[in-house]
Antibody, heavy 118, light 109 residues
Framework: DVQVAESGGGLVQPGGSLRLSCAASGFTFRNYWMHWVRQVPGKGLVWVSRINGAGTYTNHADSVKGRFTISRDNAKNTLYLQMNSLRVEDTAVYYC???????????WGQGTTVTVFS | QSALTQPPSASGSPGQTVTISCTGTSSDIGRYNRVSWYQQHPGKAPKLVLY???TRPSGIPDRFSGSKSGNTASLTVSGLQTEDEADYHC?????????FGGGTKLTVL
């Protein structure tokens, strides 16, 4: 089965850091761009970051630029999101998603919850 | 506030047809035919139901269709079934980033 599974969420105070991981299986991970998308429960989805298959190109939403860094380890079939200088407004469920090559994402994980509280 | 505007709710009876709109700008929906729609049941991950405005991924029934006019895209669900009750999110590519709507809760009465 093609799947991705996030981990690493938790509780953190403002200004703190967390690293999210996303383990991929069932497909050739290095061949796909990957994304992080977040969602406050009951609200809409928000795109966060993306990375190309080789890990040589990344871009981030303005709201996280300079604080979050997306990366990947193709040998481990794992995607990462390093989140620094966390803010209360970063509280959300974070999803890892595979790019479909059609400007959308076709495989999503179940998400991992990040809560930033003061 | 989301970049794309969707109605917060929509509803229909089983067998009926419902259309959900998604309004953006000339920088996203109006510029690119790269609109996608996602279905999300409570507590579940989003699921792709349409991409590139009107293309269905494998396994999505043809009851789901899409269109676009100007800065507005639409998702139409015909022959409503109880399992179609979910949140629907639209998305558009927009100059090296993606924007989403706030989501529409579809209720099957």
């Amino acid at each position: 089965d093609v799947q991705v599974a996030e981990s690493g969420g938790g509780l953190v105070q403002p200004g703190g850091s967390l690293r999210l991981s996303c383990a991929a299986s069932g497909f050739t991970f290095r061949n796909y761009w990957m994304h992080w998308v977040r969602q406050v429960p009951g609200k809409g989805l928000v795109w966060v970051s993306r990375i190309n298959g080789a890990g040589t190109y990344t871009n981030h939403a303005d709201s996280v630029k300079g604080r979050f860094t997306i990366s990947r380890d193709n040998a481990k079939n794992t995607l990462y999101l390093q989140m620094n200088s966390l803010r209360v407004e970063d509280t959300a469920v974070y999803y890892c998603a595979r790019d479909s090559d059609h400007y959308c994402t076709d495989v999503w994980g179940q998400g991992t919850t990040v809560t930033v509280f003061s | 506030q989301s970049a794309l505007t969707q109605p917060p709710s929509a509803s229909g009876s089983p067998g009926q047809t419902v259309t959900i709109s998604c309004t953006g700008t000339s920088s996203d929906i109006g510029r690119y035919n790269r609109v996608s729609w996602y279905q999300q049941h409570p507590g579940k991950a989003p699921k792709l139901v349409l991409y590139e405005v009107a293309t269905r991924p494998s396994g999505i029934p043809d009851r789901f269709s899409g269109s676009k006019s100007g800065n507005t895209a639409s998702l139409t669900v015909s022959g409503l079934q109880t399992e179609d009750e979910a949140d629907y999110h639209c998305s558009s590519y927009a100059d090296n980033k993606w924007v989403f709507g706030g989501g529409t809760k579809l209720t099957v009465l």
